[in-house]
């Protein structure tokens, strides 16, 4: 049973343009979410968090909106660059628990 | 970037053979984490580590034991390494409890004849 999900397995999105990341998740306990960007033969490294007391998190180009009612939080990189181009993990996390559940990934493709 | 080593880097063995990866970090972060990262199953937690001697089981830990001896190494043991094991291995460290990241090592691609 997946309790993260993200649907979309790729993405392709010109330069310059906005790229939308989507995540859903089954648990309402969860209340802390991460992205992680992966690139080839490296290992996942961290982008941007949100808790569940926020509905919003910026960081330059990269802003993460969390939906709690419809369980589904975004990802939004603008404006997307070649250098994006990678695999984006989303991860969900419960109180009280080390434990992180990651998303299947969505591998974006920026075109120059 | 932070500190932390996977050995080896790539291995194939065969089936019903022992194997061991190693994580090792230079950070002294009280957290660490075996993954596995399989295609259409993104990471998926196999244990983790709270301390020196202390471990837990994570989603998919049948097959795999580890050790934490001292706070720099932790060992992923697989004991009869299987064909279903063929995966990349990803090992990570934080410094708090749900720190805000994990950070992850290179990875090891492990694949079972």
């Known amino acids: 049973d997946q309790q993260v999900k993200q649907n979309s397995p790729s993405l392709s999105v010109q330069e310059g343009r906005i790229s939308i990341l989507n995540c859903d998740y089954t648990?309402?306990?969860?209340?802390?979410f991460l992205w992680y960007k992966k690139y080839p033969a490296e290992g996942p490294t961290f982008l941007i968090s949100i808790s569940s007391i926020k509905d919003k998190n910026e960081d330059g180009r990269f802003t993460v909106f969390l939906n709690k009612s419809a369980k589904h939080l975004s990802l939004h990189i603008v404006p997307s660059q070649p250098g994006d181009s990678a695999v984006y993990f989303c991860a969900a996390s419960r109180p009280g628990t080390y434990k992180y559940i990651f998303g299947t990934g969505t591998r974006l493709k920026v075109l120059a | 970037d932070a500190g932390i080593t996977q050995s080896p880097r790539h291995k194939v063995t065969e089936t019903g053979t022992p194997v061991t990866l190693r994580c090792h970090q230079t950070e002294n972060h009280r957290y660490m984490y075996w993954y596995r990262q399989d295609p259409g199953h993104g990471l998926r937690l196999i244990h983790y580590s709270y301390g020196v001697k202390d471990t837990d089981k994570g989603e998919v830990s049948d097959g795999y034991s580890v050790s934490r001896s001292k706070t720099e190494d932790f060992l992923l043991t697989l004991e009869s390494a299987t064909s279903s094991q063929t995966s990349v291995y990803f090992c990570a460290i934080s410094p708090t409890f749900r720190s805000d990241e994990q950070f992850f090592g290179p990875g090891t691609r492990l694949t079972v004849l």
């Open positions: 648990n309402s306990m969860f209340d802390y």
